[in-house]
């Protein structure tokens, strides 16, 4: 249970960089690394800036949020998930409540006379 609750309310990003419609390198924990083109393009292309709109190289980030609020309070639920809270909770509760007789009825009657010893005569022994 403590890794459901682990896992449903961590966050975590995924980086990716692609270089054209190939996917060059992804990172959970930090950036990713490039595969170069950048910097080419930007050097070659400093004296025709209309160029550099033609970048085949692009980065994306792919953000996954966690569930922040874990309180689901009692007013939130369906009136039949009410119902099966209270009368679940009911039933569950009463299994523990205790008798109130302490009489023990056989008390007053001596066990029985063992003639043979039962256990010797079918051999069966406890181990």
Not at 13 to 36: A, K, P, Q, R
Not at 86 to 112: I, K, M, Q, R
């Amino acid at each position: 249970m403590a890794f459901v609750v682990l896992f449903s309310t961590m966050s975590f990003t995924i980086d990716m960089h692609y270089c054209g419609d190939n996917l060059v390198d992804f990172s959970f924990f930090h950036n990713v690394e490039t595969c170069g083109m950048e910097k080419a393009q930007i050097t070659s292309n400093c004296e025709k800036p209309e160029m550099k709109k033609n970048n085949c190289c692009s980065d994306e980030q792919l953000v996954i949020e966690g569930q922040d609020d874990l309180k689901n309070t009692f007013s939130t639920l369906t009136f039949e998930q009410q119902v099966f809270v209270a009368s679940f909770t009911y039933s569950y509760l009463s299994l523990f409540e205790g008798t109130t007789s302490v009489e023990v009825p056989f008390v007053d009657y001596p066990p029985p006379f063992v003639k043979r010893d039962v256990q010797v005569l079918h051999q069966t022994f406890l181990i």
